[in-house]
């Protein structure tokens, strides 16, 4: 009977960074991944304001180098200078995965876990998986994205994880190469549109909600927003395929530990509120994560797990509280055109510097290193 230091449910964006750090310190881990390719995903491309280096990613993961931030509603266009990046969310992937040391790491595919298991003195003991196999470990890492399937069986997430779906389309790309495009307003369907270019003038334009009503008609209203006369002339659709998913939008959490498990990413809500920004926002929650499995490794004690909690509340939780009051508020302003096209002209008052740090979600975040 195999038993490894760490086992990792789910090999997305936290599982695979935090396999690699695991392995650089040489802990065995098992990854499990019910999908039976890591490089496969419903939707393939992320804006971030990431720094690469923080994360050991090299250029060549960057599908588009933005300079310029074009927020529309309905009457206003304001353009902010900013730089950031559009990712192949593959290419990301793939780096990652490529720096995982397999002589430490596992990885094992198509094994869908449904259960954790106690021991007797009440620390988690295995996972198991459907066909009943039994997966042992000391610490265990819920990094199942929004099915949070660990986060949710011993209630550090609820069951009903309140969640905004997207939709997005590739298509053809009229507009400037290195300027992006966010679309708000109840005239591009109240929800949250988005325009994201890449190479070989191809672009993916997006919508998500989390209204009900909405997200049971995202592609219908993703093609009335294709209609609009401004997108016409920033964007053809050529093709009918649809990409997607969703992302919890859930009150912020602050509990992420249970005796011998812990939870990174979707599984605890940890996309940054302000923008649905995950991938900077997880990798960073999944590096404090490895430093606190370390410590609780080396020094044979789970307690110093908790220092992974209270050294991300240390670093987030004050701008995600604030970021979710700033989301309420976005959420409710672009339900009227007239209320965006004030907000948007008066912007041009507003320190531009103070606007891209709320966007990127840094606003009143001090990087301790
Ligand atoms: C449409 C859309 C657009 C987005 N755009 C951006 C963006 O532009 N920029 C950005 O930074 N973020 C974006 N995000 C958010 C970002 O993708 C997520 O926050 C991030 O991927 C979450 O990472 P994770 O590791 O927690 O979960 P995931 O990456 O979802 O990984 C979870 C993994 O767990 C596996 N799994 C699930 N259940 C089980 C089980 N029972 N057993 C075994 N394995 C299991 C899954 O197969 C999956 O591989 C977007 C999300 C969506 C849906």
Same mark, same amino acid.
């Given at each position: 009977?195999?038993?490894?230091?760490?086992?990792?449910?789910?090999?997305?964006?936290?599982?695979?960074?935090?396999?690699?750090?695991?392995?650089?310190?040489?802990?065995?881990?098992?990854?499990? =991944?019910?999908?039976?390719?890591?490089?496969?995903?419903?939707?393939?491309?992320?804006?971030?304001?990431?720094?690469?280096?923080?994360?050991?990613?090299?250029?060549?993961?960057?599908?588009?180098?933005?300079?310029?931030?074009?927020?529309?509603?309905?009457?206003?266009?304001?353009?902010?200078?900013?730089?950031?990046?559009?990712?192949?969310?593959?290419?990301?992937?793939?780096?990652?995965?490529?720096?995982?040391?397999?002589?430490?790491?596992?990885?094992?595919?198509?094994?869908?876990?449904?259960?954790?298991?106690?021991?007797?003195?009440?620390?988690?003991?295995?996972?198991?998986?459907?066909?009943?196999?039994?997966?042992?470990?000391?610490?265990?890492?819920?990094?199942?994205?929004?099915?949070?399937?660990?986060?949710?069986?011993?209630?550090?997430?609820?069951?009903?994880?309140?969640?905004?779906?997207?939709?997005?389309?590739?298509?053809?790309?009229?507009?400037?190469?290195?300027?992006?495009?966010?679309? &708000?307003?109840?005239?591009?369907?109240?929800?949250?549109?988005?325009?994201?270019?890449?190479?070989?003038?191809?672009?993916?334009?997006?919508?998500?909600?989390?209204? =009900?009503?909405?997200?049971?008609?995202?592609? &219908?209203?993703?093609?009335?927003?294709?209609?609009?006369?401004?997108?016409?002339?920033?964007?053809?659709?050529?093709?009918?395929?649809?990409?997607?998913?969703? &992302?919890?939008?859930?009150?912020?959490?602050?509990?992420?530990?249970?005796?011998?498990?812990?939870?990174?990413?979707?599984?605890?809500?940890?996309?940054?509120?302000?923008?649905?920004?995950?991938?900077?926002?997880?990798?960073?929650?999944?590096?404090?994560?490895?430093?606190?499995?370390?410590?609780?490794?080396?020094?044979?004690?789970?307690?110093?797990?908790?220092?992974?909690?209270?050294?991300?509340?240390?670093?987030?939780?004050?701008?995600?509280?604030?970021?979710?009051?700033?989301?309420?508020?976005?959420?409710?302003?672009?339900?009227? =055109?007239?209320?965006?096209?004030?907000?948007?002209?008066?912007?041009?008052?507003?320190?531009?510097?103070?606007?891209?740090?709320?966007?990127?979600?840094?606003?009143?975040?001090?990087?301790?290193?």
């Amino acid at each position: 009977m195999d038993h490894f230091d760490v086992v990792i449910v789910g090999g997305g964006t936290a599982g695979i960074l935090l396999a690699r750090e695991l392995g650089k310190q040489k802990r065995t881990v098992l990854l499990l =991944d019910r999908k039976k390719d890591l490089v496969n995903f419903t939707f393939n491309t992320l804006g971030s304001f990431m720094n690469l280096d923080d994360f050991g990613l090299t250029a060549n993961v960057v599908a588009q180098n933005i300079d310029t931030i074009s927020f529309h509603s309905k009457n206003v266009q304001r353009k902010l200078k900013s730089n950031l990046y559009i990712l192949d969310k593959k290419k990301v992937h793939e780096e990652i995965i490529a720096k995982i040391d397999t002589n430490y790491v596992t990885i094992k595919t198509g094994v869908a876990i449904s259960s954790i298991n106690k021991g007797q003195d009440g620390q988690f003991i295995s996972v198991s998986d459907k066909n009943k196999n039994d997966y042992f470990g000391k610490i265990f890492i819920d990094a199942s994205g929004t099915n949070g399937i660990l986060s949710k069986k011993v209630q550090l997430q609820s069951d009903k994880t309140a969640l905004a779906t997207g939709v997005e389309y590739n298509v053809k790309y009229l507009g400037n190469s290195s300027e992006m495009h966010l679309l &708000i307003g109840k005239i591009y369907q109240g929800g949250y549109g988005w325009i994201f270019p890449l190479k070989n003038k191809r672009a993916i334009i997006g919508f998500g909600s989390f209204d =009900d009503k909405a997200t049971k008609e995202l592609k &219908i209203r993703l093609n009335k927003i294709l209609e609009f006369p401004k997108i016409k002339k920033l964007v053809l659709k050529d093709n009918e395929k649809v990409e997607g998913g969703s &992302i919890p939008i859930t009150p912020v959490l602050e509990k992420f530990v249970l005796n011998n498990l812990i939870c990174v990413g979707d599984s605890v809500s940890q996309v940054n509120p302000i923008v649905g920004e995950g991938y900077k926002f997880i990798f960073e929650a999944a590096l404090i994560a490895s430093k606190a499995i370390d410590k609780a490794l080396e020094k044979d004690n789970i307690s110093y797990l908790a220092e992974y909690e209270s050294d991300w509340k240390a670093r987030f939780l004050l701008n995600y509280q604030r970021s979710k009051r700033a989301q309420n508020k976005f959420f409710k302003y672009s339900q009227n =055109d007239f209320l965006m096209d004030f907000i948007f002209s008066i912007s041009k008052f507003f320190s531009t510097e103070r606007a891209i740090k709320s966007l990127s979600g840094e606003y009143g975040l001090e990087k301790k290193h």
